[in-house]
């Protein structure tokens, strides 16, 4: 208990010293990490955001960040890393890549639509696990409900360059806003053969539009309590400044 008193404290002055350094910036919606079911949203054409969260599981803790930039034709593009730390010596680091492009822009009571092509290289630190590349294909569906609510579908693949295994992939998300700067979500999403996990959790608008904090709770459907975690995050959205 004293372990994880302690790590919830780190994570809860993370995100406070890291909101109040953003917070110094020059000030130039959906869906976002660490949810992982995703929407059919981009970044605004020639701005940028950074997606930031630290996620604490019973025996580790990782730190993400994960910034991207919209520079022409509705393309995002992603490229950023984990770093996870164990209660034990089996550490590893993590690298991401995607390209995000949305071919139908969301609107008030309509359909939106995106395809995401993109890897992750897991690098551990020890010489007992070899290291990995996974490729993924992911099509973020959004469904506009009106009045600021959201339904997200993800249908994707999977390709496992350890053991060389492809799985279909799946998510169901949705955001409700509770008041103009709080909203909840919820999500489920898995592979095909893993077990199902779920999220639920609430955003706040620190500043509308550019800067939004927010927390989670997950576990697996079914699981039991050694399984769930917990995130704590930030995210940053800038105005267009790209040439």
Not at 229 to 239: A, C, E, F, S, V
Request: proline residues 7%.
């Amino acid at each position: 208990m004293t372990m994880q008193r302690n790590s919830l404290a780190r994570i809860n002055l993370w995100c406070v010293v890291s909101c109040l350094l953003w917070a110094l910036l020059p000030q130039a919606s959906h869906a976002a990490r660490p949810m992982n079911t995703d929407d059919a949203n981009v970044v605004d054409p020639k701005a940028c955001q950074l997606e930031s969260w630290v996620r604490r599981n019973r025996s580790s803790t990782e730190q993400w960040a994960i910034p991207g930039c919209n520079f022409l034709a509705d393309v995002e593009w992603s490229l950023g890393g984990q770093q996870r730390s164990e209660d034990t010596p089996w550490n590893s680091s993590l690298l991401l890549g995607q390209a995000k492009k949305r071919w139908l822009r969301l609107s008030d009571g309509d359909w939106g639509l995106s395809t995401t092509l993109g890897f992750v290289n897991t690098q551990p630190t020890s010489d007992f696990n070899a290291p990995q590349r996974d490729v993924y294909f992911n099509a973020p569906i959004t469904r506009a409900l009106g009045e600021d609510r959201f339904l997200h579908l993800n249908v994707g693949w999977i390709q496992h360059g350890r053991d060389n295994t492809s799985r279909p992939t799946w998510g169901l998300g949705g955001e409700w806003p509770l008041q103009p700067r709080v909203i909840a979500i919820s999500e489920i999403y898995a592979e095909n053969t893993t077990p199902t996990q779920y999220q639920l959790g609430l955003r706040f608008w620190i500043k509308p539009q550019r800067i939004q904090i927010d927390t989670t709770y997950g576990s697996v459907v079914g699981g039991n309590s050694d399984q769930p975690w917990i995130t704590i995050g930030l995210r940053l959205l800038t105005p267009a400044f790209l040439p």
